[in-house]
């Protein structure tokens, strides 16, 4: 019989947090805040690697599932897994959309959108502030 680990869950402290990360990186991923169009890191970035949370260094997205959609953030079509995300209910600014967080600390990464490339036909639209990239993997 296969083994399976659950990866516990991340907690902290809003001080903790504020300790950990940087005051964009903390609005963006604790206050659920977005960075401008074209204005993050790895936006434009085509490097083969990992892409992890800057909260809580999880894996989230494969170099090779990223693609250019035009739209200003880093956008891939498939997470690492499907644990690696979580998906929430967001009516903010009259809009009705599907956030995403991270799966281990839930940490806003941003949204994803039913209007991506095959195979998902997804584009997960991620906040580069809410990412460290990990080279080469």
């Known amino acids: 019989m296969a ?17 950990l990360l940087t005051p964009e990186q903390y609005r963006i991923t604790r ?11 790895y936006w434009d970035s085509f490097e083969t690697g990992l892409y ?3 909260s809580c260094n999880a894996p989230l997205f494969r170099s090779d599932t990223k693609f250019d959609a035009g739209c200003g953030w880093p956008s891939y079509f498939e997470p690492v897994s499907p644990e690696s995300v979580t998906e929430h209910r967001d009516t903010t600014y009259g809009m009705v959309r599907t956030e995403i967080r991270c799966g281990t600390c839930e940490a806003h990464l941003g949204h994803v ?6 195979p998902t036909g997804l ?9 460290v990239f990990e080279p080469g993997k």
Request: aromatic share 8%; net charge negative; hydrophobic share 20%.
């Open 3 to 19: 083994e399976t680990t659950t990866t516990p869950k991340v907690h902290k402290t809003d001080d903790e947090w504020k300790e």
């Open 52 to 54: 992890r949370c800057v």
């Open 123 to 131: 584009r997960y639209c991620i906040n580069g502030h809410a990412m």
């Open 31 to 41: 206050q659920h805040g977005t960075e401008r169009a074209f204005t993050g890191p």
């Open 113 to 118: 959108f039913p209007d991506g490339p095959p």
